[in-house]
Every structure is written in structure tokens, then in C-alpha cells.
């Protein structure tokens, strides 16, 4: 049997803020620092030992994935950092408090914007400092790979290659991988992995710092799925 777990980054400042986080690397907070902690110590006790990881280029991330690694003293698993694990790119949104967005443009409208599937908020311009192609670390990505904004599907769209191209071939050679990600990447790998139409997957909440563990069989079928 194999087994995937997926783990939403700790509490970050701007998750404390309530802000509109997306591509935007913000730190984890002292909670957060708290929850990744705690995710490796669940997954030791349950003997649930990771021997790949995979994260994505922001340090919320990141650092859940080191700390949880620590955790279970497993800081020497090899460790692919890809951006097409980033969370999904929030567009003009970033940075803006959601309880005041909501005030302004409706609850409805922020819903929509928030949870479904195929509706992007509204876009970043190109002279904008927050877009991506400002970043160093986006150097290596062609232009038409660099988001203005993203709808749920425009993320799965960019996670199911690396699904597919990355992270499989690895869960076909090593028996315990782990994703330590995004909210909405993971439901998009979720939404893959148990095969949820666009509606179900508008339903999926991931809490921060809770392992979802997967039990796959030799196929990569699900076989049963539960948080620790
Ligand atoms: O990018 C963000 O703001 C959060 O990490 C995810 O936000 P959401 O739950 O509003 O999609």
C-alpha cells in the first residue's frame, strides 16, 4: 500500500488577517509554527514516515514542510519545491481584507470569487507590483505561465501536470510521500484523487496544519481517506 498525505501550511499572517493571500509569501504565525509542529509529531506517532516531499516556492509552506520534519527528525527525505503547488494566484484580490471585500462588493460576490470553480477574481494588471513576473524566482516560467489571477479550474489546470509528470512517478518508486501545500492546491489535488465533479470539490474546506492522509493502492486508487 501507498500512501499520500497532504498538508495544508500552518496559520499564516495573513490568514490571521484574514486577508486575500494567493502568491504572496507571507510567514507562518506562532499558531501556525504550533500546527506544522504538531502535524509531524501526529504523523510520528501514527508511524506514518514520510520518505519524499514535495512543496511549493512559498515560505508558509515551506516552513510547515521543515518544521513537521523536524518534528519526526525526517530533515533528510529528499524535498522537490515546485511552483505549480503555489496556491492559487488571487489576482487584484491579494492583499485585501475578505471581511471588507465582502462589505464592498457583497457576500455573494466574494463567495463566488472564493469558492467557485471556474470563476477567477478580478485580474492583476501587468504594472502591478504584485505581479508574478516582477519575481525573481518566477524567472524560469514562460509568460504565458505566469497568472494574473485564477479560478479553481486555472489551478488544476497547472497542479495535474504535476501530478501526473512529478509527483506519481515518485509515489510509484517511494511508499510515503507528502505535499506540504495551499488550501486550494490541495483541494485541486484532491479533487483529482477522488474524483469530485466541479460541484462536490465547491464543498471541500482543508484545515491548516492537519495531515490528510490517503491510502492508495498499487494503481494510485484511493482506498481510504481520513485527517490524523
Ligand atoms: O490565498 C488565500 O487567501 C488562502 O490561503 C485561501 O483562501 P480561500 O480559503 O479564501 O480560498
Not at 158 to 174: D, G, M, T
Not at 201 to 206: A, C, S
Not at 207 to 227: C, H, M, N, Q, R
Amino acid at each position: 500500500m501507498k500512501r499520500l498525505i497532504l498538508l495544508r501550511h500552518g496559520q499564516s499572517q495573513w490568514n490571521l488577517e484574514n486577508r486575500f493571500t494567493g502568491w504572496t509569501d507571507v510567514e507562518l504565525t506562532d499558531q501556525g509554527r504550533r500546527e506544522a509542529r504538531e502535524a509531524g509529531e501526529k504523523l510520528l506517532a501514527a508511524g506514518i514516515l514520510p520518505n519524499y516531499y514535495f512543496t511549493s516556492y512559498l515560505k508558509r509552506a515551506i516552513h510547515t514542510l521543515d518544521i513537521a520534519a523536524t518534528a519526526m527528525d525526517r530533515c533528510w527525505i529528499p524535498v522537490i519545491k515546485d511552483w505549480h503547488l503555489n496556491e492559487r494566484h488571487y489576482g487584484a484580490l491579494q492583499g485585501l481584507n475578505k471581511a471588507e471585500t465582502a462589505k464592498e462588493y457583497g457576500d455573494e460576490q466574494v463567495h463566488i470569487w472564493r469558492r467557485s470553480f471556474d470563476v477567477a477574481p478580478p485580474s492583476l494588471d501587468i504594472e502591478d507590483p504584485r505581479y508574478p513576473g516582477n519575481d525573481p524566482r518566477y524567472d524560469g516560467l514562460a509568460f504565458e505561465e505566469l497568472p494574473l489571477t485564477e479560478s479553481l479550474a486555472d489551478t488544476i489546470k497547472r497542479v495535474a501536470p504535476c501530478w501526473s509528470e512529478i509527483i506519481e512517478p515518485k509515489l510509484n518508486l517511494y511508499d510515503t510521500v507528502l505535499v506540504a501545500a495551499h488550501g486550494n492546491s490541495l483541494r485541486a489535488l484532491a479533487k483529482m484523487l477522488l474524483h469530485l465533479d466541479d460541484n462536490e470539490i465547491v464543498g471541500v474546506e482543508i484545515p491548516t496544519g492537519k495531515p490528510w492522509v490517503f491510502e492508495l493502492d498499487d494503481k494510485l486508487s484511493v482506498i481510504k481517506e481520513y485527517y490524523l
